[in-house]
């Protein structure tokens, strides 16, 4: 497997998908270490400088007025991660800890944390040993960045808190590094906070959601074409000279899979002519528009994934001429309301598909198919509660649609007066995501089997999707 090297310049979202879930190795390329090494000199220079520098001789937050003398500074870092490291919870997934350190390394290896080369090299370690680091899922605001779940991974790279091994066991960290052959980490000055300050984690969710919503939009194609053959719809209404008339891409391209896929449709074309119905449903006539749609909001989520992959999410930064400046970008407002919009769409790309279903089971709408699918409707009662199932997951995702990023709660005595609230906007994406890949696999099942119940015969001409 192709190694991720981390150099100082972006990730692509295919790096992240195969070191998170396919266990793709990594490694710290020399440009990256040796922008590290030059920003954390200029760190050690800055301990001696007159002026306080946050984070560095300074507390955290509301504390930041706060000196710390310089015999005290290590401590200050492991005081950091131990006070921070206070999420509760179930254990996040491990692919979604897997992306979050991935991700502090990639930052980290810009040279522009102040941090050692030592620090992403430990955290690589763990990643190439598939090693984890136990993340609880309850503690980040996603301002100042994902701080909880980043200090509980930094926190075992000292030896504290757990692990879970590969062979599915879990241990608590210091006994785990003894047994993988890796040191306990010393951080010195700056280490700790250029740890956990960025949205390392809203980002991974992020990126891993777009990977599969991107397959799942393909999908979504497939199973509206397939309900449109099977309820004797018509594909006049995907005809390109009507869908470009309103020029959204997503809904060029929606449209595009369903006129492939519908063209050598026998059953479509048995009723093209002598058809006394004016038109379709909505929730046949319009899936291209729904699902275009999705199509364009993933793009825009996609395009804020691509630039947080290319930025330098800390603070302060550590800048190339040695001064060491605070800023907020570890703000995860970018990615809070990608976040919030993709939940959006694809709660109405699984609330389409369920109208689908509905129409399919419903012996008065589904132009002669049996009641609910059922081959002996009354005693059997075929594929009626699938939808039901279906109908419990729209209507969990019409309730974790409801924006996250509107809910900002101030924190830090104030200081931190503006939240992003990007990790739950995240988390619920997650969930909603998985519940369209069911909600779509119910239409697939039910609209496999009406097709099955029509006379004409079902063509086997394969057809590429996008």
């Given at each position: 497997m192709t190694a991720v090297e981390l150099v100082g310049t972006a990730l692509l979202p295919a790096e992240v998908v195969a070191v998170a879930r396919g266990g793709a190795p990594v490694r710290l390329g020399a440009p990256g270490r040796d922008l590290m090494d030059a920003s954390a000199a200029?760190?050690?220079?800055?301990?001696?400088?007159?002026?306080?520098?946050?984070?560095?001789?300074?507390?955290?937050g509301s504390l930041a007025n706060?000196?710390?003398?310089?015999?005290r500074r290590g401590e200050l870092q492991r005081a950091l991660l131990r006070s921070h490291a206070a999420g509760i919870g179930r254990p996040v997934e491990r692919e979604v800890v897997r992306a979050m350190m991935l991700l502090r390394a990639r930052t980290l290896s810009m040279g522009l944390s102040g941090a050692r080369a030592v620090v992403a090299e430990r955290m690589i370690a763990l990643l190439n040993l598939g090693v984890t680091p136990v993340v609880p899922e309850h503690g980040s605001l996603g301002a100042s960045g994902d701080l909880a779940p980043l200090a509980h991974c930094a926190l075992a790279l000292l030896g504290e808190g757990e692990l879970d091994l590969p062979d599915g066991t879990r241990a608590a960290a210091g006994a785990a590094l003894a047994q993988c052959g890796v040191a306990p980490l010393t951080l010195i000055a700056k280490e700790g906070l250029a740890c956990i300050n960025g949205t390392d984690g809203v980002l991974g969710m992020l990126v891993l959601a777009?990977?599969?919503?991107?397959?799942?939009?393909?999908?979504?194609?497939?199973?509206?074409?397939?309900?449109?053959?099977?309820?004797l719809g018509t594909d006049r209404a995907f005809d390109a000279e009507l869908v470009a008339l309103r020029p959204q891409p997503g809904q060029q391209l929606s449209a595009r899979n369903l006129r492939a896929m519908l063209a050598a449709s026998e059953i479509v074309a048995s009723h093209r002519t002598g058809d006394d119905r004016v038109q379709d449903a909505y929730s046949l006539r319009c899936a291209p528009q729904v699902t275009g749609a999705a199509r364009d909001v993933?793009?825009?989520?996609?395009?804020?994934a691509n630039a947080e992959l290319a930025s330098a999410i800390d603070n302060p930064m550590v800048l190339p001429d040695g001064r060491i400046e605070s800023c907020g970008n570890f703000h995860g407002a970018p990615l809070a309301f990608a976040c919030d919009a993709l939940a959006i769409a694809v709660s109405e790309v699984g609330a389409i598909a369920e109208r689908r279903t509905d129409r399919l089971l419903d012996a008065s709408r589904s132009a002669g198919l049996p009641p609910f699918l059922a081959p002996d409707a009354g005693v059997n009662s075929g594929v009626m509660l699938a939808q039901y199932t279906q109908a419990a997951m729209v209507a969990e995702n019409r309730r974790l649609a409801a924006p996250a990023s509107v809910g900002s709660l101030p924190t830090s005595a104030m200081q931190e007066d503006h939240v992003s609230m990007g990790w739950s906007a995240a988390r619920k994406l997650r969930t909603v995501v998985a519940n369209l890949a069911r909600i779509l696999a119910v239409e697939l099942v039910c609209a496999a089997r009406a097709i099955g119940d029509r006379p004409r015969p079902i063509s086997s001409r394969k057809v590429a999707v996008r």
């Open positions: 200029a760190v050690q220079r800055a301990l001696h400088a007159p002026e306080a520098a946050y984070g560095v001789s300074t507390g955290f706060v000196v710390i003398p310089a015999h777009a990977h599969d919503l991107a397959r799942l939009l393909r999908i979504a194609d497939v199973t509206a074409a397939m309900s449109v053959e099977a309820l993933l793009a825009h989520a996609e395009t804020v």
